[in-house]
T-cell receptor, first 111, second 116 residues
Framework: QKEVEQNSGPLSVPEGAIASLNCTYS??????FFWYRQYSGKSPELIMSIYSNGDKEDGRFTAQLNKASQYVSLLIRDSQPSDSATYLC???????????FGSGTQLTVLP | GAVVSQHPSWVICKSGTSVKIECRSL??????MFWYRQFPKQSLMLMAT?????????EQGVEKDKFLINHASLTLSTLTVTSAHPEDSSFYICSARGPGQIYEQYFGPGTRLTVT
């Protein structure tokens, strides 16, 4: 069974700090990785995609991928209270390229 | 770009009735659409994958006769929950993906179903 594991949290950081979210996956054949943000009662919103080993930066967000270690992470710099949400790691698997989601990490940024 | 809509956003129905949920890709053609279900405090669980013009592929444990999926066009997929029961109450979310090898899935806003 293809699995995606996330540090379940909850994670609390002070405003302005760096929040670090981690994810591991079991399917070595996976090629595409995504981070979604989900506010309570809302649907997931795509914030980062990463396909190659290394870092990918977009504004305050940096995704890191290490396929050898089957590890993907998300760093949020200068965290803001509006970043408080559940962050879902998703890995694309299968011939239909379905997404398998981790259980999510609940992040709270304290003002 | 990449906007996905769902309708209705919430629905309350009586046990035993059927409910139809629509999912539309507004500014792109979605070759594949996915239907997810999310219970409170849990992550998203994929229910089925649908490709335009073909039968949906259901995940293990999902009753295809209860959750009818139709993907009649490149911009519209529907999920019908037949003979709904209170245990079907959940947050149903669709996502859509266009053609190509690298193309993210974009999610609709979700439909909250309550069966009384």
């Amino acid at each position: 069974q293809k699995e995606v594991e996330q540090n379940s949290g909850p994670l609390s950081v002070p405003e302005g700090a760096i929040a670090s979210l981690n994810c591991t996956y079991s399917d070595r054949g996976s090629q595409s990785f995504f981070w979604y943000r989900q506010y309570s009662g809302k649907s997931p919103e795509l914030i980062m995609s990463i396909y190659s080993n290394g870092d990918k930066e977009d504004g305050r967000f940096t995704a890191q991928l290490n396929k050898a270690s089957q590890y993907v992470s998300l760093l949020i710099r200068d965290s803001q209270p509006s970043d408080s949400a559940t962050y879902l790691c998703a890995v694309e698997t299968g011939s239909a390229r379905q997404l398998t989601f981790g259980s999510g990490t609940q992040l709270t940024v304290l003002p | 770009g990449a906007v996905v809509s769902q309708h209705p956003s919430w629905v309350i129905c009586k046990s035993g009735t059927s409910v139809k949920i629509e999912c539309r890709s507004l500014d792109f053609q979605a070759t594949t659409m996915f239907w997810y279900r999310q219970f409170p405090k849990q992550s998203l669980m994929l229910m089925a994958t649908s490709n335009e013009g073909s039968k949906a592929t259901y995940e293990q444990g999902v009753e295809k006769d209860k959750f009818l999926i139709n993907h009649a066009s490149l911009t519209l997929s529907t999920l019908t929950v037949t003979s709904a029961h209170p245990e079907d109450s959940s947050f149903y979310i669709c996502s859509a993906r266009g053609p190509g090898q690298i193309y993210e899935q974009y999610f609709g806003p979700g439909t909250r179903l309550t069966v009384t």
